[in-house]
């Protein structure tokens, strides 16, 4: 009797294409996946706001990437596409 091969129609219906996705693929337009190692207290801190202000933990990260970005250009200046170029 003939082995039959179900793979393709459960990879058609999963939509696997058989290879692996790149791990910092963007997931939402102008969004990378990325991971930082973050001291315990923080994360627990950052959690706990995230939590009563009703916010996703990625939010308040941003929130304050967004805050820490403008205060150091207030100090340094803007970070133009030149700057950014020399460290990609």
Partial sequence: MAKK???SGFDS???SSGEKEDKNKESVVGEV???FMVQKDHLEKIKFIAYWERMKI???IQSSMKLFIAEYE???G???EEKL???K
């Fill in 85 to 87: 170029a020399k460290v």
């Fill in 13 to 15: 219906l999963l939509g």
């Fill in 33 to 35: 996946v990325a991971s």
């Fill in 58 to 60: 990625k939010d308040v």
């Fill in 78 to 80: 803007p970070i133009d």
């Fill in 5 to 7: 091969n179900f793979k």
């Fill in 74 to 76: 207030k100090s340094n």
